[in-house]
């Protein structure tokens, strides 16, 4: 667990003392205090409004449910969070607390002065409530800009750029609050068009008013600020949310989610009157103090991906609803008359809704989730990318973004194991901190056989049938994997084969070039000498021809040397058990002794080879370096593959010893035809070289 600031900052003894859990009760105390005054505030609020329900006072609205219970949803959302977040989230908390407590203060304050005026003389405090409803109640028009300025961790944008410009937003919000704090309540009310009734006459509406003769263009400039700048809040989380990531991200989409219901909460809201308005507002904000709570303190309560497509179709089902009501009433309205344009609007919307209702729906949930609710599609996507990317890194860079894609995931890693024992890695999308410790690795099988894996972050959000999916998809790429690995291995052999030819082909040039060539000339000089001596000197003559005797035996050697080299003749002759017994004897001595046992039976010519280059090469070594008494070589046939078995008595090898040209000579061999070469020593003693070579199918 890596340390914060604040663990660093105040080390803890050990024993812990029990500071922090007093600090917490007295925390849980202070919050809970707060919360029974808000609700004893909501309680007066409400008596109050029932002991002068018939009473109106135009200068004293409010004080109802509509101003009840959002204070006291933005009060109790603000305490959650204060009790719930860390430090970084307790800002928001403030926020919402303090908008919470104005709310109310605002609601209590038109209840009292609903009482105190009501009465003759009036009640003291009269005035004070008329100034905290008319006066200091505008300041909670910078909660929200606040709350989407602080969300999620409490600070504002940084940068040359943001820091500024949020700062500047807050200000052109800040204008109204502050202008109607000093401005004479005779402004605002000539420019509202209203009249000073008797009962406010007899309050002081002016306690610390300023007069001056620019507070009309004040007015007009904040007001004209006041939209401009809630702006820039919204600008600000729409770029945050471009630029998350993680748990980041998570969070602002619950923001985004309460966005979206709360722009169909006040459109339905703006279809008629009230109660609905007020209705729609209450649910709007607490959907939206709801999200900022989980937001903050439970992110992970409920998967917002399920969320937002279902908001997404209601809030565009919506619009357009609206739209299409609209636009029938307004033309078939002139024509039919109103009843009958009501009834053709419904229809119309009725027949639009069916059939568009399912197709916003899945693009819904593919803008949010992916393909994931729609397996025939992300098979159809993987299969496409599959059959069009040509090198395995394609195919593996085609496999990660198409799991990606399908599952909307934001890193995901493909790893194959080469048959060479590398390691082919490919990733998609980024990760941090948070999502690292979230990834999750699934192995990529293929016929019972694990040939890689691959790591998906935030994959702990899938479901079952996500699962299966994802099982799915991996199990169509490990076929193309393995088709792509053995093509790369096929491509590599031929190559291989070519290059082993040529070397092959340079070398018996070079042999032929350099031995039998110079050495061909050299006997057709003696003889054409011999010719020219034996008129004249036939002993001299017949000692060159001796000579070029000598020679011509010196070539026949390197010929058979190089016939040898090409396949021995004795495997033609004897056979493999044959010739590797001729090989036995001549390779035996006084003091080794070497038997050689088995049935190989017919064999092809290339593993007829290999069986005899490391048998031969095996007991080479043993004649060399094992001070051997005893060697064995057994053959032994089975159905699939022919086991060459190379034992002796020797002193085996030490652990430390380093392979030499001999073994890695016995082990390329065997790789060659797709087998393979161990050497072992056994505790009693002598070394074991079992090589294993495959059979080709006749």
């Keep these: 667990m890596r340390a914060t600031a604040e663990d660093t900052a105040h080390p803890v003894a050990d024993p812990a003392p029990p500071a922090p859990r007093t600090t917490n009760r007295r925390r849980d105390v202070a919050l809970g205090l707060a919360a029974l005054v808000g609700l004893a505030a909501a309680v007066v609020v409400l008596a109050l409004q029932v002991r002068h329900r018939d009473v109106v006072l135009t200068f004293a609205e409010g004080g109802g449910a509509s101003d009840i219970v959002p204070g006291l949803v933005l009060l109790f959302s603000g305490l959650l969070v204060l009790r719930g977040a ?63 300025l602080l969300f999620p961790d409490g600070r504002l944008p940084r940068g040359r750029v943001g820091r500024p410009v949020a700062l500047a937003s807050l200000a052109g919000t800040a204008l109204l609050p502050v202008t109607l704090l000093v401005v004479p309540s005779s402004v605002p009310r000539e420019r509202a068009g209203g009249v000073l009734s008797p009962q406010e006459a007899t309050l002081d509406l002016d306690p610390h008013s300023i007069p001056l003769p620019i507070w009309p263009a004040v007015l007009d400039v904040a007001f004209f600020l006041l939209p401009l700048s809630m702006v820039v809040p919204f600008v600000v989380v729409a770029v945050r949310y471009r630029r998350a990531t993680g748990r980041r991200r998570l969070q602002l989409r619950w923001l985004v989610w309460a966005g979206l219901v709360d722009v169909l909460a006040i459109g339905v809201g703006l279809l008629f009157g009230e109660p609905v308005p007020t209705l729609a507002l209450i649910a709007a904000i607490t ?88 397996p025939y599609a992300a098979v159809s996507t993987l299969a496409g990318s599959l059959e069009t990317a040509v090198a395995p890194g394609e195919q593996l860079g085609a496999l990660a973004r198409s799991v990606a894609e399908a599952f909307k995931l934001p890193y995901v890693r493909v790893e194959i194991d080469r048959a060479d024992g590398a390691r082919a890695v490919v990733e998609h999308g980024h990760t941090d901190r948070l999502t690292a410790d979230r990834t999750v690795e699934l192995p990529i099988r293929y016929r019972d056989e694990t040939i890689g894996r691959v790591a998906v972050a935030e994959g702990r959000r899938l479901s079952e049938s996500d699962q299966r999916l994802l099982g799915d998809l991996l199990r169509q790429a490990a076929a193309a994997a393995r088709a792509g690995a053995l093509s790369a291995s096929l491509q590599q052999a031929r190559a291989d084969l070519v290059t082993a030819r040529e070397e092959e082909r340079r070398r018996l040039r070079r042999d032929l070039h350099d031995s039998l060539g110079p050495g061909l000339g050299a006997v057709t000089l003696r003889i054409e000498t011999a010719r020219g001596l034996a008129p004249r000197d036939p002993e001299r003559a017949d000692a060159v021809l001796e000579q070029a005797v000598g020679d011509i035996g010196t070539l026949l050697t390197d010929v058979r040397r190089l016939v040898h080299d090409l396949r021995p003749p004795a495997l ?84 430390d010893v380093v392979a030499g040209v001999g073994t890695l000579s016995l082990r390329e061999r065997a790789a060659e035809l797709g087998g393979r070469t161990t050497v072992s020593c056994p505790p009693d003693g002598g070394t074991v070289v079992t090589a294993e070579l495959p059979l080709e199918v006749t």
């Design 287 to 374: 959907v939206t103090c709801g999200a900022v709570v989980v937001a903050v303190v439970r992110e992970r309560l409920y998967d917002i991906d399920r969320l937002l497509p279902t908001t997404v179709v209601a809030v565009a089902l919506g619009l357009l609803v609206l739209a299409v009501d609209a636009l029938v009433l307004l033309v078939a309205g002139a024509a039919f008359g109103g009843r009958d344009s009501a009834l053709l609007a419904v229809a119309v919307v009725a027949v639009l809704y069916t059939p568009l209702r399912s197709r916003l729906w899945r693009a819904a949930r593919r803008l949010t989730r992916g393909s994931r609710d729609d």
């Design 86 to 148: 860390d430090r970084r989230g307790r800002p928001v908390g403030w926020v919402l607390s303090l908008a919470g407590a104005g709310w109310l203060a605002t609601a209590l304050a038109a209840g009292w002065l609903t009482e105190a005026s009501s009465l003759s003389p009036s009640l003291p405090g009269a005035s004070l409530a008329y100034a905290i409803g008319a006066r200091y109640g505008a300041f909670l028009l910078l909660a929200l800009p606040l709350v989407l």
């Design 572 to 655: 033609d002759e004897l056979g493999l058990l044959g010739a590797l017994r001729t090989q036995a004897r001549r390779l035996s001595g006084d003091r080794l002794e070497i038997d050689v046992d088995g049935d190989p039976g017919a064999l092809s010519a290339a593993v007829e080879v290999a069986a005899f280059r490391i048998a031969s090469e095996a007991l080479t070594n043993v004649v060399r370096h094992a001070a051997a008494t005893r060697a064995a070589v057994v053959l032994d046939r089975r159905p699939d593959r022919l086991v060459v078995t190379v034992t002796d008595d020797g002193r085996g090898m030490a652990t």
